[in-house]
């Protein structure tokens, strides 16, 4: 066996290790769609997980609502009519996490497990 052979092995566990420990892509956001119609946010509750990665899809599919925006976590969203509006959220504890219309008359729940 020549140096060159025997380094071979050697090289290629140096290459190897590295990538075997590399940090796995981080998996994409869960997408959940929810529509505002007559009755509604729909669905009212979404049961999600904590520390879950979310995008929500938010499309108003009605004007008769007063639900022309999203009030989620403090940020209020506009929600044009028939265009999905994305919003990205991950909830950092368990419980509940209400979203609303502007004036509160219109609401659904997220809740956090």
Known sequence: MNAHSRLLPLAAALIWVPLAHAAAPKPAARVVALSVTEKGFEPAKLKVKKGEDLELLVTRKTEHTCATAIVLQGVETQLPLGKPVSIKLTPGE??????ACPMGMISGALIVE
């Open 94 to 99: 368990t419980g509940t996490i209400k979203y």
